[in-house]
């Protein structure tokens, strides 16, 4: 199982802070949270910053990224400033 949490607006749509979830893969994990919850929440998902394990993963990675057991798995909202 990989512990994924969820930060700010991601947290509010889910209802959730963190759960833990079975996913080999980065981009199977992202698939997951669009069957669980919607289309609207992997859209969101796939717009934060994303780490694993406390380092930042890239989006151009996102296909081949691969997960293990008890990885971490953190969604950021993307903040701007001005």
Do not use: W
């Not at 509010?12 to 929440?41: D, R």
């Amino acid at each position: 199982m990989v512990l994924v949490e969820y930060k700010g607006e991601l947290a509010k749509l889910t209802g959730k802070s963190e759960e833990s979830l079975s996913a080999t893969s980065l981009e199977g994990l992202l698939l997951m949270i669009k069957k669980n919850y919607s289309k609207e929440v992997y859209q969101t998902a796939k717009r934060c910053h994303i780490t694993i394990n406390g380092k930042i993963s890239h989006q151009k990675l996102i296909g081949r990224l691969l997960l293990n057991e008890n990885d971490r798995v953190v969604f950021f909202p993307v903040c701007s400033g001005g």
